[in-house]
């Protein structure tokens, strides 16, 4: 059963058929809500919004233990992240879809990792490949298949936050390789190879990066709002069709 994460913009699935709610606690606290089971296309599919259904949970307090955790405890098989982004790379304009292939990690001060218990063996995973190929091609394949121009590949840079970066890092950003910059791609990514949950990701241009295109004096929050609620509509129509395809 398929598992959504879903970002800034997108707390739920419009074309979700609700069949039930349920609380999970784990051993590392509690998920960012109540998990949403239903269907989307006759194919059953598990919903969790990762800021909370209030959009209340700033992206360097998720519990991203307790979310990949709960999905795998109720028995999800792999996680699309719904994620929003700013575009670094000249093709990464607002309103673009992006399945990235890479990560770039500047995040500090999360729980990252199930294997830190005390006086246990140490556990390495690799990570070489952070994104599962088979459901992003399954993804690319669901944007052909509803005429969404997806692009393909792009390195996520994944910031502490909550606060923008300033031009000055994305600069930065740009030479470490970085196309596009979000504020949660990990540890989730990390945890869910961890856990064994092929993990892929929807990446929504929401704007501009700092000091590029339109965001060269300021990023317009009021623009962000816009585009999200215009690109969250493809994306819904994106994850129906790949639910189609499961
Ligand atoms: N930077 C970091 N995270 C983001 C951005 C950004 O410009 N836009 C949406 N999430």
Request: aromatic content about 6%; glycine content about 10%.
């Amino acid at each position: 059963m398929l598992a959504i994460i879903g970002g800034s913009g997108l707390t739920q699935l419009a074309n979700l058929d609700i069949a039930r709610h349920e609380v999970v606690r784990t051993p590392y606290g509690e998920p960012s809500g109540p998990l949403t089971f239903g269907s989307v296309a006759g194919s059953p599919l598990i919903f969790l919004a990762r800021h909370g259904y209030g959009h209340t949970i700033p992206p360097h307090r998720v519990n991203y233990r307790a979310n990949i955790w709960a999905l795998r405890e109720v028995g999800a098989s792999g996680v699309v992240s719904v994620a929003s982004v700013g575009g670094i790379r000249a093709d990464c304009v607002p309103g673009r879809l992006i399945v990235p292939h890479q990560i770039i990690d500047y995040t500090h001060s999360r729980a990252s990792t199930f294997h830190d218990g005390i006086d246990c063996a140490v556990i390495h995973v690799d990570l070489t490949h952070p994104y599962d190929h088979t459901s992003r091609a399954k993804l690319l394949r669901a944007g052909e298949l509803v005429d969404e121009a997806l692009i393909d590949g792009a390195v996520y840079a994944a910031t502490q936050g909550p606060r923008l970066e300033t031009s000055a890092e994305i600069d930065r950003l740009e030479r470490d390789g970085a196309d596009i910059v979000g504020m949660t791609g990990m540890p989730e990514a990390a945890l869910a190879r961890e856990a064994g949950l092929p993990y892929a990701a929807i990446a929504v241009v929401a704007n501009f990066a700092a000091g590029r295109g339109t965001s060269g004096a300021a990023i317009q929050f009021e623009d962000i709002e816009r585009t999200l609620l215009l690109a969250m509509v493809r994306v819904r129509r994106l994850i129906e069709a790949y639910c189609r395809l499961q």
